[in-house]
């Protein structure tokens, strides 16, 4: 695929080669979360370290030619719970019952809800803020899960019904909460926040609907609610504040939980949920072709395909990602288009199974195929 000169550098994300955001996390980082849990250094040393940490990975980003830059992750435990835990109203439990993935077991934690859903405390602003004061050449991406999160998960069994008798004043209730959370993200001068959003990728898989009817969900209807909530938490942002969507059927230790293409999501997902951008899953089979991308309007909205791995440390050929750019192209403009790992590299703090030199190797690899293939980064 040749070099496309036509095609404008990209001014605001998500950008050419772009990332979703989790990085494994250094020795001396793991080591240090580890002492903490013992009780054997204090709080504000761990924030010491992880703050070194983060700065480091910054420059790292920065350094491979990354127009956006996070700081990996390095502060959580879990892509999800650190931030849904926080919100009013909810509670982090042992659950009854692990979740299993393929190949392993999620670490024993889930979400309950036993008040009224809220936001009334800032939850990982400041953590933007360190951030956006160490980036020097890249934008600043803050990521949180997204609200569907709290529903999929547990659902109506995980929601104390004398709270919440009916779940239209929840799904209310957690939409609000979110807005909340997006202003105080804008108000910080945020212009890149990321929802992630697996829930809806998982709602393309028979056997993930056939396990909600069987816990007696109400699944008609559902992708709607999960569309709504999106759109209440960012209504009224800012016209410099990006929004994009992350989807993908799992990722704990390289492993994963669904399977399906997003045949059954695409129309809502592109044409009904306003977020500026989408980074979808397509690093393997198990996620479908490319041809639901025809239904992505035309404009500025644009798809980020994770068409590289982030699950195993063999590094794609730089001919393979540009003819799967090359095939995603019948579908939807190239201008459209942009490209990164199909998931973050440690959507917990124990990481997929590669390297952190395979790790920057990738990300180093996508920026160079973006290059030729678009121009710039």
Known sequence: MSTTTAIPVRTRAPFRADHVGSLLRPHR??????QRVLGEIPADALREIEN???IETIKKQESIGLRAASDGEYRRAYWHYDFISKLDGVELVTPKQDVHFSGGTLLPKSLEVHGKVGYSHPIMVDDYKFVASHVTTAVAKQTIPSPSVLHFRGG?????RAIYPELDGF???LGNAYQGAVTAFADAGCKYLQLDEVNIAYLCDPAQIEGLKARGEHV???LGEYGRMINTAIDGRPSDMVVTMHLCRGNFKSTWFAAGGYEPVADVLFNEINVDAYFMEYDTERAGGFEPLRLLPKGPKMVVLGIMTSKTGELESEDFLKRRIEEAAKYAPLEQLAISPQCGFASTEE????SEDQQW???ERLVKVAQDVWGSV
Do not use: M, W
Request: glycine share 8%; proline share 0%.
């Open 29 to 34: 980082l793991r080591e240090a979360r580890a």
């Open 52 to 54: 070194a940490c983060i």
């Open 220 to 222: 008609e209807g559902l």
């Open 156 to 160: 109506r069994q995980a929601i104390d």
């Open 361 to 363: 190797k990738k990300l």
């Open 171 to 173: 799904f209310t209730d």
């Open 351 to 354: 990481g997929n199974l590669l």
